[in-house]
């Protein structure tokens, strides 16, 4: 009698600290072995040549949500999702997303049932807070983080942002629960005076959208929000940093404890500011905002990957097609500040920082495992995923590493209807998903039904540690 569900035997497995070959057992959904595997499976799979990596953790992806601007997302859970297994990623964290005047138990109530039907990943919500005002907030977010939504999201800028006295009540709210407070950390008034006298002057077209989001925007905010961190000793997550002197000021804050951690996303390790500069409207394809930088930033943001002070790298995928729907949805003529913002992502993220890190050894192979899945997973407190060790859920991705592919104008598996990476030729390409020991994605092809992912508990705080860290720190500053 077999003694496993499956083996996958003699692959190069990587996790955060191992590269080494190995065999992994597979039992009822869960790792039960690493190493050397005597036993028998009902299902083996030989993988000498091949990479063995864990699925990968997006905690930062848009999914069924409606913008600020009123405009739902393109893609749907199941399609999104679908879309994220093909591409190597097995868990997503995405929003519920408080309308203005909505109760935050009825937004979360509204998302989880969209994701229960159609999700095909594990998948967990950020709670996104844009009006602390209705009577019931406080005691809903409260409520919700009990029940194991364990990460909040505000916004410093655009028309869904908090005060900052707000912003401190969410704070102390999160410290007292046990959350983490995630962060779109820009000026508002820096971007508003200067989108508006760029408006006014005629510089209207996509590549105008790069000018209006200054990176002293950025800069500003995240030194602010280091500040209000410090200041509460509650743990913070800043999400997408672009430009190297915030990734300086988040390097400073972490090395004197202060709890602040942060992300960045592949278009801005990629990409600059004049992907946005193409004929007519095309350049609306790759807004997104904070707005791609420089490639000096982009150095900056791999030096901040390398040593630590940058530890996730997420999609951010925010899908809107290039039709009236959603990116030309004011027009043939709009201007920049009437296009919606944001790139699909969730598909290609982990083959792009496959190409780069393993392939091209931009950082050690082991780098794209803690990146990718394994720091994801920890600090937003998603227990046994992005690891490759007994006890932990089996999400494996196994990876040709020597397949080239080269982007497709339209070649992904959302609704978004186009590839921002298109032509862009990447090495390393995955040839197989498992979703807690299932088979979920084959040559490309999603095995997995609408309502096949779960919901993923959240009990405590993923940096639990890290938070005794931080008062013992902010105790001993008075």
Known sequence: MAEFDLILRGARVLTSTTDSTADIAVKEGRIAAVGDVAGKATTEMEC??????????????????????????????????????????????????????????????????????????????????????????????????????????????????????????????????????????ENDGLISWTKNRLLAAGKNHPRHHALSHPRLAEIEAVNRLISFAEFFATPVMLFHISTAEAVSAIRSAKARGVPVWAETCPHYLFMDKSELDRPGLEGAKWMCSPPQRTVPDQDALWDGLGDGTLSVISSDHAPYRYDNSGKL????????????????????????????????????????????????????????????????QADLVVWDPFRKVTFDANDLNDNVGYNPWVDRTVTGWPEMVFLRGELVVEDGKCRAKPGHGKWIDRPRPGLSSDIEAAKEYREASG
Request: glycine share 8%; charged share 20%; proline share 3%.
């Open 48 to 185: 000498t040549d091949k990479v063995v990596s864990p699925g990968g953790v997006d905690v930062h992806c848009h999914i069924e949500q409606m913008s600020g601007m009123g405009l739902m997302n393109a893609d749907t859970f199941e399609t999104a999702t679908r879309s994220a297994l093909v591409g190597g990623t097995t868990t997503v964290v995405s929003f519920a997303a408080q309308a203005k005047g909505q109760s935050l138990a009825q937004a979360m109530t509204d998302y989880a049932v969209r994701a229960t039907v159609g999700a095909m990943t594990d998948y967990a919500f950020h709670i996104i807070v844009s009006d602390f005002e209705p009577p019931l907030t406080e005691q809903e977010l409260r409520s919700l983080i009990r029940d194991g939504h364990r990460s909040i999201k505000v916004f410093t800028t655009y028309n869904i942002k908090l005060d900052d006295q707000s912003i401190c009540d969410v704070l102390s709210i999160a410290k007292e629960e046990g959350a983490l407070v995630c962060i779109h950390a």
């Open 329 to 392: 949805s004011a027009g043939p003529d709009a201007t920049f500040a009437e296009i919606a913002n944001g790139l699909p992502g969730l598909e290609t993220r982990m083959p792009l920082m496959f190409d780069a890190i393993v392939s091209n050894d931009r950082l050690a192979a082991t780098d794209f495992a803690r990146l990718t899945a394994s720091e994801p997973a920890r600090i937003h407190g998603l227990a046994d995923k992005g690891n490759i060790a007994e006890g932990f």
